[in-house]
């Protein structure tokens, strides 16, 4: 006698065997954004501006972050303490002050680098005094990533990048980040080689050099 499967679960297992064999799909990336390119440096001076001798340690493992791996073998500038670079940044402690900003420890203003001693609670806007020694450290490691061009990322892929926005998780427990190799990348990516310049991307009206002109720009003279 011959025997015949019902159409339905011929349609089930054909559905089930495609299932298995497509492909997963990708996860999602975070890919740092940068600003607009510039000529390259090799050094940025790190100016502290009345920094009690807690934060300015702070700010010397901020600087590390971004000079070691995995940031070593790129092309970006390295931060030097207390000492003149190509370019200068000053970081000024606002001790007594907060930001305007509810939840906000520092802020890069384009010209310099704020480091607050108090923040507002989102919620409810009492002041509490900013995090302790490794908060510190992320919050000016974030602040010099702004300087070297990078911008805020909301995306939750992103979460542990020091450029991440997202610093609680779900359960209120901070998140802790540390500069990742992508964000080296987008930053080395940013700065013109000498033979890009030669080539002429940094002429004309519009270029890296009238962008380095702009009073706005953190490298302008």
């Known amino acids: 006698m011959r025997s015949t499967v019902p159409w339905f679960l ?6 089930l065997a495609s299932s298995a064999s497509a492909e997963t799909p990708d996860l999602p990336t975070c890919e740092p954004e940068r600003s607009p390119r510039v ?6 001076g790190l100016r502290a501006i009345g920094l009690p001798r807690n934060v ?10 971004w000079n070691l791996a995995p940031c070593e073998a790129s092309g970006r500038p390295r931060f ?3 000492a003149p670079g190509e370019r200068t940044l000053a970081v000024r402690w606002l001790g007594f002050a907060a930001a305007a900003e509810p939840g906000v420890c520092g802020s890069f ?9 108090f923040a507002r609670d989102r919620e409810t806007g009492a002041l509490a005094r900013c995090g302790d020694r490794d908060r510190l450290v992320e919050v000016i490691a974030h602040e010099l990533g702004h300087a070297l061009g990078l911008r805020d ?3 939750p892929a992103c979460s542990g990048q020091i450029m991440g926005q997202l610093v609680r998780r779900p359960d209120g427990e901070l998140v802790e980040r540390t500069v990742h190799a992508e964000e080296c990348v987008a930053v080395e990516r940013r700065f013109l080689t000498v033979s890009e310049r030669l080539a002429g991307l940094a002429t004309g009206e519009g270029s890296i050099a009238s962008v380095l002109r702009r009073p706005s720009s953190p490298y302008a003279p």
């Open 153 to 155: 990322q909301m995306q």
């Open 56 to 65: 300015e340690t702070a700010l010397a493992e901020a600087a590390s972050l």
């Open 80 to 82: 030097v303490l207390g």
């Open 39 to 44: 000529d390259a440096l090799s050094t940025i």
């Open 109 to 117: 203003t384009g010209k310099e680098i704020r480091i607050f001693g």
């Open 10 to 15: 011929l349609a089930a297992t054909i559905f």
